[in-house]
């Protein structure tokens, strides 16, 4: 089957889905994005993601393109044209092509470009992962400022996928001044007890949208949240520790730069608060 994906108002086979190569996002990295999963053919925490993607364009001086009931109606056009049953939608709006390349912003704004498109992943929620843990590297952060605007500039973490993979691990931690920042494409914890412990939210981390949803369920189920950075030594000495995504959902962290954390296999709290949120986001699955 031909996927079928959007482009600027059409819905089209992705061999006919064009963009010219003036365009921003392609020659500047002007745009930004977000990953919505899809569970059983329905968006997980599709509010989130919406609210995250006004406030990222917002940031960089974007209009959004659209209302929220819009880009659901689009995300449910291609979750049923493409038959997603698990997977995953992403959306990017840049900043348009302004016709020649330039620094300068165009003013006043012209019309951004818009795609979104599917990946199925079957089984996406029984990732095998879940039951053996990753194993994480840590490298320095050398992103720019504003990570908190979920931008479509991606080198430096998959620069970072890419050291993992070389050094035969899953994945890399960012370390900033000694401390924690978030992995390449997720926001980090460890655990001490009862005692859930990540990064408070600021310009050097993204606000994940599972991170959001975790915490909240985490104090549900009376755990104790403390957010604030932490070093490496500490997730090597720490009880538990986890990343959370919009599509790995919950996974266990058993290994930091060669340490095992903990006893080295998947922790009894993280794999609780990983079937806590998979039973919640399914019911408000939309
Ligand atoms: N941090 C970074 C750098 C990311 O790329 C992501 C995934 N987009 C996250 C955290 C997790 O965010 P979310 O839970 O919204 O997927």
């Known amino acids: 089957m031909?996927?079928?994906?959007?482009?600027?108002?059409?819905?089209?086979?992705?061999?006919?889905?064009?963009?010219?190569?003036f365009d921003r996002g392609f020659l500047m990295a002007d745009g930004v994005y977000e990953v919505t999963s899809v569970l059983g053919g329905k968006l997980i925490d599709f509010a989130g993601h919406c609210a995250r993607l006004s406030r990222s364009l917002a940031e960089l001086g974007m209009t959004n393109?659209?209302?929220?009931?819009?880009?659901?109606?689009?995300h449910h056009e291609l979750v049923t044209r493409n038959a997603v049953i698990d997977g995953m939608v992403y959306?990017?709006?840049?900043?348009?092509?302004?016709?020649?390349?330039?620094f300068a912003f165009p003013d006043p704004e012209i019309a951004p470009t818009v795609v979104l498109f599917t990946q199925s992943n079957p089984g996406l929620a029984d990732n095998p992962m879940a039951k053996t843990g990753m194993k994480v590297i840590s490298i320095p952060d050398v992103r720019w400022g504003r990570r908190d605007i979920k931008t479509v500039q991606l080198l430096y973490p998959s620069m970072g996928?890419?050291?993992?993979k070389k050094a035969g691990v899953d994945d890399s931690w960012f370390v900033e001044d000694g401390h924690v920042t978030e992995g390449t494409s997720n926001n980090a914890y460890i655990i001490k007890g009862?005692?859930?412990?990540?990064?408070?939210?600021?310009?050097?981390?993204?606000?994940g949208i599972t991170r959001a949803a975790v915490l909240r369920f985490a104090v549900e189920a009376q755990m104790e949240v403390e957010e604030r950075p932490f070093t490496i030594a500490e997730a090597q000495g720490a009880d538990e520790a986890f990343i959370t995504s919009a599509s790995a959902f919950v996974m266990p962290v058993v290994e930091v730069d060669?340490?095992?954390v903990g006893t080295g296999?998947?922790?009894?709290?993280?794999?609780?608060?990983?079937?806590?949120?998979?039973e919640e986001m399914l019911k408000s699955a939309i």
């Open 65 to 74: 393109p659209h209302t929220d009931a819009e880009w659901q109606a689009i």
């Open 2 to 21: 031909t996927r079928t994906v959007y482009l600027n108002g059409e819905y089209l086979p992705e061999a006919e889905a064009k963009i010219s190569i």
């Open 265 to 278: 296999a998947p922790g009894k709290i993280a794999a609780r608060l990983r079937e806590i949120y998979l």
């Open 258 to 260: 060669g340490v095992a």
């Open 161 to 164: 996928k890419m050291a993992a």
């Open 194 to 207: 009862n005692r859930i412990i990540t990064r408070q939210l600021s310009h050097d981390i993204l606000h």
């Open 91 to 102: 959306l990017q709006v840049t900043r348009g092509n302004p016709g020649d390349r330039s």
